[in-house]
């Protein structure tokens, strides 16, 4: 596997930026983790892929914005605090791509757990197979998913193709949503401890950005309460 940071292994990778460039003809290929081997966890806190991922030939799959693969039956993986802005730019059109903006793909007994994430860069991509801004093919045991964002103008699907049940959705939100302080009122994001927001443009890290402004007199949580999770869905309250 190919990774910024580590090509294939496990354990914890805490406040990380990239911005690197990574050219890939094979398989197997993240932002960050290319690989999470078998026997091992790996938790991903408070990280940023701002990079940009060119894939060439048909060999080059199994890729994500955070993690390319996740190969672990026995460990789990937790994702926290963590921005995709990156961009995967793959030159193949067909077949199972499996590219996510998080993760390529999990196999067939992997945990997943992950809170308080947004996917806002973008797949150059039409093809829709197996592709998701925020997974591209899940077949774990497990997915449990808490406050998870996607911008909904930079790909039209969050997970490509699941074959488990879920435990909470991943939100698409347009871009204006996520935008400035409109991403307070449509976003359950932690600003207080990992959120920044950003004036034109979507939220930052606190710990990657030059200035966190003061949330103090700014009207926060616009009322999305009456989202289903289960239909994906708003439903009108009676």
């Not at 983790?33 to 048909?58: A, H, P, R, W, Y």
Request: aromatic share 8%.
């Amino acid at each position: 596997g190919m990774g910024s940071i580590i090509g294939r292994g496990h354990g914890t990778v805490e406040s990380v930026y990239s911005s690197a460039t990574l050219v890939a003809s094979l398989s197997v290929n993240g932002g960050l983790v290319g690989e999470v081997n078998e026997g091992g966890s790996l938790t991903l806190k408070n990280c940023q892929f701002d990079g940009e991922m060119l894939l060439l030939g048909e060999s080059a799959v199994y890729t994500g914005g955070m993690i390319g693969y996740v190969n672990t039956t026995k460990g789990k993986v937790n994702i926290e605090h963590c921005l995709f802005s990156g961009n995967i730019i793959p030159e193949k059109e067909k077949g199972n791509l499996d590219l996510g903006g998080f993760i390529g793909v999990t196999n067939a007994k992997t945990r997943v757990q992950m809170e308080d994430c947004l996917s806002a860069g973008t797949i150059d991509t039409q093809w829709m197979r197996n592709t998701g801004s925020v997974i591209g093919s899940h077949t774990g045991s497990l997915l449990e998913m808490k406050n998870v964002y996607a911008n909904l103008d930079c790909f039209n699907a969050t997970i490509g193709v699941t074959t488990v049940p879920l435990s909470g959705y991943p939100l698409e939100l347009v871009s204006e949503s996520l935008v400035g302080e409109n991403a307070l009122k449509w976003t359950e994001l932690d600003f207080e401890k990992y959120w920044a927001v950003v004036e034109d443009s979507t939220p930052i890290l606190q710990c990657f950005a030059e200035k966190v402004p003061s949330l103090e007199g700014i009207e926060m949580r616009f009322d999305i309460s009456w989202y289903d999770a289960d239909k994906k869905a708003y439903v009108p309250k009676d």
